[in-house]
């Protein structure tokens, strides 16, 4: 059957005339979905692919076997386990690469390996071209090391990141809809804390009101909180005296939803984050002050505090989007001719340690390609 997609990656890799790179090996660090497939398969005839981890929350058989067809090492620990597992498999390869006198880039989301090279494996880092970063959490990781000793280039702060983070907040609220929804509870008429008026969080915070839920945003960043203002939004310059939400959407990054929120979070709330990874709500906190719990949903978790309010915790604090189907391949394949383009932009410029992100002209260039073939 005709695929009902245009082919964004393979024209990518066509426009910018992207050749192999036959010394040269990636370590993956990436979800595994359809559209991360068609990615990985196309990267892997250009630069091959070592050994894939995936992110075990966003995991889908059917894109395991696909890997592993091509001869693709792939492992899916659990979340718990993907750190400890990312520098076990990372030590092996940089191995593999020392005695075979190949190079390594690393391809990730999340900069679990960026972290890992630095932490434990400061012996091959000669063996390490750089990085290609999806997203800003893994540049907030390359920030955090004391010493970058490598090029991380990214498609996490490029304005089609930025774009794409409108839709990221729709999903977001979209999955959260279809969980309520199948709960009998509509959205309209209620009010909904939101934590982090970043690009997904303007994003969500747009898609609530659509909805008819009425928007309290609250951010460490008085500039955004002005921003929000300014957009319309009731804000909170504390997490507490909120009003009374139904829905407190954790959208940062960091730990929004801490112990002090959830202590004045009224009964009855949801729970719900909208970031990445599951740090955006103080699970411990909750777990603390939590005596007793009942699945309400097959994505939803009641829990029975010791002060006798029950609040509703979402995807067990994993992001909501991830439940269901996200955002559309479509949107997501603009970074990824982006994260193709980074490609040449490592091997073939071969940048000083440094955070890079893809330059306005490429970004241009991914940009009229997606406008051409869609
Ligand atoms: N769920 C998904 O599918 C998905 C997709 C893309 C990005 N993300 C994640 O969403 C998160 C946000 O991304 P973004 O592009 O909007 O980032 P951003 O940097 O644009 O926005 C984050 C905002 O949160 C604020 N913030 C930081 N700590 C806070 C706190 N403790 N309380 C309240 N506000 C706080 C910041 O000031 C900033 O305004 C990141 O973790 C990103 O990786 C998730």
Not at 115 to 142: F, N, P, R, Y
Not at 144 to 168: D, F, Y
Not at 207 to 217: D, F, N, P, S, Y
Not at 301 to 307: F, G, Q, R, S, Y
Request: charged share 20%; net charge negative.
């Amino acid at each position: 059957m005709t695929p009902i997609l245009p082919d964004f990656l393979g024209e990518t890799a066509r426009r910018i005339a992207l050749k192999p790179y036959p010394n040269a090996r990636q370590f993956v660090v990436q979800h595994l979905y359809p559209d991360t497939l068609r990615l990985l398969l196309l990267l892997h005839r250009f630069v091959p692919i070592e050994c894939v981890i995936g992110i075990g929350y966003s995991g889908n058989p059917s894109v395991v076997a696909s890997l592993e067809n091509e001869g693709i090492r792939v492992v899916t620990p659990s979340y718990d386990d993907l750190a400890g597992t990312v520098v076990e498999e990372l030590g092996d390869v940089l191995e593999r690469c020392r005695r075979d006198g190949l190079e390594l880039v690393l391809h990730e989301v999340g900069g679990y390996s960026i972290k890992a090279l630095h932490e434990s494996h400061v012996e091959h880092i000669d063996l390490v071209v750089g990085a290609i970063e999806v997203t800003k959490q893994g540049v907030w990781v390359a920030e955090s090391l004391p010493e970058l000793h490598i090029p991380q280039l990214n498609c996490a702060q490029t304005r089609l990141k930025q774009v794409e983070g409108k839709m990221v907040g729709e999903a977001v609220v979209a999955a959260f809809d279809t969980i309520a929804r199948e709960l009998g509870i509509a959205l309209t008429g209620r009010r909904a804390l939101l934590l982090g008026y970043g690009w997904v969080g303007k994003g969500a915070a747009e898609a609530l009101r659509l909805r008819g839920v009425e928007v309290t945003v609250g951010d460490v960043d008085p500039v955004k909180v002005v921003n929000a203002v300014v957009d319309g939004f009731q804000v909170s310059r504390t997490t507490s005296g909120v009003g009374a939400p139904a829905f407190v959407f954790g959208m940062s990054g960091f730990q929004s939803v801490d112990a002090d929120c959830l202590a004045v979070i009224p009964d009855n709330s949801f729970l719900i984050s909208g970031a990445s990874k599951n740090h955006e709500i103080d699970l411990g906190a909750l777990a603390a002050c939590t005596r007793g719990t009942a699945r309400v949903h097959q994505h939803v978790v009641a829990h029975e505090l010791n002060d006798g309010r029950r609040l509703f915790l979402v995807n067990d604090g994993y992001p909501v989007n991830f439940t269901g189907s996200s955002v559309p391949d479509e949107i997501v394949e603009f970074l990824f001719s982006e994260l193709i383009m980074l490609v040449p932009e490592l091997l073939d410029r071969r940048p000083a340690p440094g955070i890079y992100p893809l330059s306005d002209e490429m970004e241009a260039v991914a940009a009229e390609l997606w406008l051409d073939l869609r």
